[in-house]
């Protein structure tokens, strides 16, 4: 397993292989497989809870099990962020892997696709086509994203290209609380309301 660390080597061993080869097209197999795949990201969440590294929620969100949406999240300087997680199954699964989307860092990275699908490196096809049918979701999860938003996450927060919710709640409250001010005073005029979009970066800058 070239290309993961240890720690995702590890884990990747202790998830339940699948053991049904069926994709969205199997009717009851695909039934079967479904169950397998809950088993599995069950397994991996029990674990992932066991070793305080609870990092993701994810469910089918419609009856046939082909789209699956949820959260997924990283801690990074003690601070949580938090991320939409969603993908499709493709047709021609389990053969083929799910393409994870994180739609709000569309566009934020160059370690994505467009629609914000992450970009895989290039050891897992191999080591997916190699395991198929025995991998599932919760393998996907474990060494695409994962290692994904170890990787990438850092990065974006120290390049400010994310920020944290708090850092955001921060900011819109005290530029609501400035052109509060503003109104209260009757201030609308551009130039005052130039020196007060001044002062509101300064205090941001501060903070």
Known sequence: MEGW????????????????????????????RLKEEYK????????NKSKDNDWFR???ANPEGTRWTGKCWYVHNLLK??????FDIPVT????????ELPQLDGKTQKMYR???????????????????????AHALCLGLAPWLAAEVPILVDSGMIKHKDDATSSKIKIERMFSICSEHQVY???ELTNVYSLNVEMQIKS
Request: charged content about 15%; overall charge positive.
């Open 93 to 100: 699964y389990p053969s083929t892997a799910p393409e994870l």
């Open 115 to 137: 629609g914000g699908k992450i970009c895989l490196t290039i050891h897992f096809k191999p080591l997916w086509a190699k395991n198929s049918p025995r991998f599932g979701i």
């Open 189 to 191: 005029n551009s130039v």
């Open 5 to 32: 660390d240890p720690n995702t080597k590890s884990t990747l061993t202790q998830i339940p292989l699948l053991a049904t080869k069926a994709g969205p097209r199997d009717g009851a197999a695909w039934t079967q």
């Open 58 to 60: 994810i469910s089918a």
């Open 81 to 86: 962020y938090e991320f939409d997680l969603q």
């Open 40 to 47: 599995a990201l069950i397994t991996y969440t029990q674990m």
